[in-house]
């Protein structure tokens, strides 16, 4: 299977515990996005990466969110101190070089539950 | 007032009724992505569009851009269409590469 993949697909973590997430994106895909959707809602942007450099942040990505993406591939996303507010479907998406904006290949999604 | 607003934001419906499910937006776009999302997360893309119309099988998309409005319809529907069905545009800001995602309708194809 070539397309977008992340681990775990599901996680339930207790409050103040740290989580990690992880986004491998199609290979040839030099763009990648973190997106985060509460239940009944679309989702919502959090932070974009091209390559390994991180071009934007969204204010929802507080400082206790941190994202990388050291060799420009796979991407991780850390949740530091989680609260019961986190607790949301974690998407990630890639998209090749060209066009600039154009369609998005989007992953399973990580389910959180924090208790 | 959320960017891209849906509506309906459910809809339910016999096996073999046309759909429409409309998208307004509030700021000017270079794209608009209309998205198929299953129970369990996976989001799939259905069309990406920035003027006129495009059609895939029983999917028809199309977009007017002076009104700021596009809609997707289905032909001849079925209860595998069944699945929440998301509007998202790329707005026209400078550096901008995000999609900003209306909430969503929940469509029900009853058999």
């Known amino acids: 299977d070539t397309g977008v993949s992340q681990d775990p697909r599901h996680k339930i973590t207790k409050r103040g515990q740290n989580v990690t997430f992880r986004c491998d994106p199609i290979s040839e895909h030099n763009r990648l996005y973190w997106y985060r959707q509460t239940l009944g809602q679309g989702p919502e942007f959090l932070t974009y990466?091209?390559?390994?450099?991180?071009?934007?942040k969204s204010r929802l990505l507080s400082d206790r969110f941190s994202a990388e993406r050291p060799k420009g591939s796979f991407s991780t996303l850390e949740i530091q101190r989680t609260e019961q507010g986190d607790s949301a479907m974690y998407l990630c998406?890639?998209?090749?070089?060209?066009?600039?904006?154009?369609?998005?290949?989007f992953g399973p999604g990580t389910r959180l539950t924090v208790l | 007032k959320n960017e891209v607003e849906q509506s309906p934001q459910n809809l339910t419906a016999q096996e073999g009724e046309f759909i429409t499910i409309n998208c307004s937006y509030s700021?000017?776009?270079?794209?608009l992505h209309w998205l198929q999302q299953h129970p369990g997360g996976g989001i799939v893309s259905l069309f990406m569009l920035s003027s006129g119309k495009k059609k895939h099988g029983r999917l028809i998309a199309t977009i007017n851009i002076q009104e700021k409005h596009s809609s997707l319809h289905i032909t001849a529907s079925h209860p595998r269409d069944s699945a929440v069905y998301i509007c998202a545009v790329y707005p026209l800001i400078q550096g901008a590469q995000k999609l900003v995602f209306g909430q969503g309708t929940r469509l029900t194809i009853n058999p």
């Open positions: 700021v000017g776009i270079s794209a």
């Open positions: 990466f091209q390559n390994e450099a991180q071009l934007e």
């Open positions: 998406a890639s998209s090749p070089p060209v066009p600039l904006r154009g369609t998005q290949y």
